[in-house]
């Protein structure tokens, strides 16, 4: 699965290039090798999830005022917590799932309670007039409780993803930097696309980039820089939670402060973090540990006479709207590049759809793969591939 860059070469083409090894990468390459197709996963660092999925707090509900997101949250948490997907049984932690937000959006929470029941038979159920709720104050709000939404491990689904993605006949190959991507010429192979990367070429029908929009940045050849920005991220592992203090993940969306259980007696605890224009690599802010404990503790009342264990820090892209109509409007957006897409960036919000997204990026990709395999070629194309075509013939 791993191969250090310059001890292996690269394989000289694939179906699709899948760049980056997060949550959604992870989740393209599954969902694509599943379908059959001969997938490369190309992940500079030495390990998966090193960038935002390490940083995330891994928070799964089916609700977000994003219709779209809600849409793929719904459809992702049922993917969370059906055992029958996962090999070694569902990964959420079904602590319940609250979301805090202004009495005035009772009506706004009722509606979706509706809708996620409707949809996946739960038990939704908004709390008003109350001071507390499954172990949480609400200080003034009002809350959606979901009670079978909680948490995952953001890398352990990462890493369950590509190992499926190799047992099906996937290569992942880490410590590998993508330079840039370009169209083959007509001595290639016209109409595909040549990702470069400092262990040689790769000649591909598709290519994913999921790196990030940030990350997109360094790639040559996509085209136009796309209007976006980096915001810090920061999450604290806190210790000392007294007995009997056991809490659902929580979200309160008049501050942005968040919470998960993470393990006995701990937690993870977070506050968006308004630094932007920063490396994913930057030190952690130990005023905003401060600043996110106090402002927590309306919550978790606690919160106080705890330590910290750990705090971590990276980033995360925002993309920001541009002529053309609202950022983020759809999964995938083309290049410069024919047949090169990148991922939509994910404000911090990518572990709670990954699932779904996953499984429609893939469903393009296939698509445009079966296409061109239809369509007359130009030039004598290669067939190499290594799984064979059986899939075409399958595809409707």
Known sequence: MTSPTGTTRLPSRADVVVVGAGIIGAAVADALAGRGLDVLVLERSD?????????????????????????????????????????????????????????????????????????????????TRRATAVGVELSGGVALVEPEAGFVDPVAVTRTWLRRAVEAGAEVRYGVRVTGVEEAGVEDADGWARVLTDAG?????????????????????????????????????????????????????????????????????????????????????????HATLAALAGHLPWLPDVSVRRTVRSADAYALPDADGPAGASLLAPTAVPHVRTVRGWDGGGVKVAPEAGRRIAETVVAAVAERHRAPAAAPVPTTHRKGDPWLTDMT
């Open 47 to 127: 390990e998966p999830a090193t960038g935002a999925t390490g940083s995330s707090g891994g928070m799964v509900r089916a609700y977000d005022p994003d219709p779209l997101v809600a849409d793929l949250a719904l459809r992702s948490l049922a993917t969370y917590r059906d055992d029958a997907r996962w090999p070694h049984g569902a990964p959420l932690h079904a602590v319940g799932a609250l979301t805090i937000a202004d009495p005035a959006q009772e009506h706004a929470l009722r509606a979706a309670a509706a809708r996620i029941n409707d949809a996946l038979g739960t038990s939704a159920h908004v709390v």
């Open 201 to 289: 070429p790769v000649l591909a029908d598709e290519v994913v980039v999921a790196v990030g929009p940030w990350g997109a940045h360094a790639l040559d050849g996509l085209g136009p820089r796309p209007r976006v920005r980096t915001r810090s991220i920061q999450v604290s592992i806190v210790e000392g939670r007294p007995p009997g203090t056991d809490h659902a993940t929580v979200v309160d969306l008049r501050t942005g402060v968040y919470a998960r259980p993470y393990g006995t007696g701990a937690s993870l605890v977070g506050m968006p973090h308004l630094v932007w224009d920063v490396d994913l690599d930057a030190e952690p802010d130990e005023q905003h540990v």
